[in-house]
């Protein structure tokens, strides 16, 4: 499964001895110009510009002014053209498409690869006309930088600006601007000024300042490569210089791990996750997290394909690679879900804010329902919110009710499932979206945020759980109003959108426990779940444990206690010494749950349970969110104020699974010695350490003087 042994797809990848293009046409080149050498950075450069504009004769003077045709190649498509009765264009050397030579415009993107003296370089041919912006998205979106062509007869488009603003959309912030066809004005320098200003003017307003604006005549190679006397008044760079100054991307080898699922196979005794490493490493032995939902496991192994002898087999894959891994546990993996490291997983929620072109004829307002693509992900989302619509031609902010077609806004989309991700800004590779409606491709953008819904941005310069400022106290009462007037999966996502690190979930596999995993399963929350196994669980508790996994996809980690004590306590006081007194009942409680909640807690930002207030008068005071001093963590109830028959409505409604015991009579479920079914007239807790007072229901794991 593993398809290269290489960490630099793109230079592993290169045909060193032909350009290609994206359809029908390969130009063979001279060896000694395109061999890709691995100490030479990689620069990928998008030329976008209004048609007729002069892209594709630039870049077929590119090829002709770097040597980069094999001698012949030029006459025989001088030849070409004349067999067409044409005359000779250097765009002929890119148009790949039969449809593009006969209407004389570039309808795909061409992907070309030659040198200068200190960079190679990839140049992506995009369209510049009207009805082909998707095609000059795609191009752009693959680009470290950009040549933006102007045509010195025409000036400044529309067309120019929307290319200009896409660039700023795309965020790519390396940006030459190209004045061609400078003859044709008599190389006048005051007419290249005036483009000069208006195109910077233009581009300053987007944040995005020309590393150089250069007159040339592609036609007849003025300033391509060479300065001319007709243009000898320009002090700057020719285009081939200013190629050699534009930066190459940071490699996707130094980000972190994302890689999204493409599809999970099973093979003989072991389940296959495949997928791309769109950047950092994976190897055997890591640690990584499964976004949505937050499950985890370790690399088992990199399967390799045909098997190779045990001193080849893979241990390790990098960016760009395609890989088959195997994980040290079974769990419910998905496409569409992103495997990162434990430490920094991707982003993930139900609602996603982008900043997006528009390309449909019908304008995109408030309710639109679309189907929403990150990597190998896709969902259902309605449009919430719309900020900022821009018609890119003119830079005019319009009412932010809709953004009309090749215009440009923020959105806000509800999806109907969690997806995984980063903003752009974190790692292009996963910050990248698509737009579909109707069954097509109708906008795309990039990602400014991953949240919960209902989770709304802190004020700005307010503290976070986990940073300094405000203490976990002074914060919790701060913020109790806003939990009190949330449903539970909104105080859920609430919770995890305020903490800064690790939140865990304690679950017992009460009612309550699985009404709450699933709110966090469905909103693919980044929660850990742990159980504490005592040891002495009902049979029946074993089974839903196991039932459980199954139903939400996810590993539940145990925490046992500790072997050395659990023996000291049974020589103590004897396998059921519990009984004897309370204080032996409380020494039991200890060894086995409250010293391993402690451990399951450590690092811990926050803790979620599923007390309700109306279990016992003990509860009814503990309160909704409050703060746990001892551990110096907020603790959270999200299901404090529901009442047990709203529970089991709830987990009836969504088909979850729930304990056995509860048709028996068993209420409130722990440890089988310490657990009877209640009498009729009972309260909830009576069959919870039925011998000792009603006052003293409790294990110690929700002691408030802790």
Known sequence: MLSSDCGRPDICNAKPHRFELENAMNILVSPQTAIALPQ??????????????????????????????????????????????????????????????DQGITIDTSQIRFRTPSRDIL???????????????????????????????????????????????LGVRQVAVVVNK????????????????????????????????????ARHGDGVARRSPDIAWHEGPTVLEALDQFSPARHPLDLTLRMPVQAVYKFDERRIIAGRVESGRIAVGDEVRIMPGAKFAVVKSIEAWPVPNEARTPSEAGAGQSVGITLDRELFIERGNVLSPASAPASAGRSIRAR???????????????????????????????????????????????????????????????????????????????????????????????????????????????????SVAARVANLAPRFAALPPAGRLA???????????????????????????????????????????????????????????????RAIYPRHDELERLVERQGINGFYASRDARMACCLVRKVEPLDRALNGARAWIVGLRADQSANRRDMGLITADAKRNLAKLSPLFDWTRDKVADFVSAHGVPINSLHAKGFVSIGCAPCTRALQPGEPERAGRWWWEDETKKECGLHDRAR
């Open 40 to 101: 030479r950075p990689l620069v990928r450069i998008v030329i976008v510009g209004h048609v007729d504009h002069g892209k594709s004769t630039l870049i077929g003077r590119l090829l002709h002014e770097t040597g980069s045709l094999p001698d012949g190649k030029l006459d025989s498509l001088k030849a070409v053209s004349a067999r067409r009765g044409m005359p000779f264009e250097w765009s002929f050397l890119l148009d790949s498409l039969q449809t593009e030579r």
């Open 123 to 169: 140049l992506i041919d995009a369209p510049g006309h009207a009805e082909f912006l998707r095609n000059m998205i795609t191009g752009a979106a693959q680009a470290d930088a950009a040549i933006l062509i102007v045509d010195a007869t025409e000036g400044v488009r529309d067309q120019t600006r929307r290319h200009g603003y896409l660039l700023h959309l």
């Open 182 to 217: 400078m003859d044709r004005v008599d190389h006048d320098a005051g007419r290249f000024h005036d483009i000069e200003r208006e195109i910077s003017g233009y581009l300053n307003g987007l944040g995005v300042t020309p590393a150089a604006v250069i007159p040339i005549s």
């Open 356 to 470: 997006v072109f528009w390309l449909d004829q019908a304008p995109l307002a408030v309710g639109t329902p679309l189907v929403v693509r990150l990597g190998t992900a896709e969902t259902r989302g309605i449009v919430s919110a719309i900020d900022k619509a821009v018609d890119p031609g003119h830079l005019a902010p319009q009412a932010a009710t809709t953004i009309g077609q090749n215009h440009v806004g923020e959105i806000e989309v509800s999806l109907a499932q969690a997806l995984a991700g980063d903003p752009q800004a974190v790692n292009p590779f996963t910050g990248r979206i698509v737009l579909e409606l109707d069954g097509r491709i109708a906008g795309g953008g990039l990602v400014l945020a991953i949240r919960s819904p209902e989770a709304s941005q802190p004020q700005h310069g307010a503290a976070r759980f986990g940073q300094a400022g405000e």
């Open 494 to 556: 609430l919770l995890r959108d305020e903490i800064d690190g690790r939140i865990v979930f304690t679950t017992s596999f009460g009612i309550e426990d699985q009404a709450i995993l699933h709110m966090i399963n469905d909103r693919g929350l980044d929660i850990d779940v742990v159980t504490l196994d005592t040891g002495r669980l009902f049979p029946e508790t074993y089974e839903l444990w196991a039932q459980t996994e199954r139903r939400f996809g996810r590993r539940i």
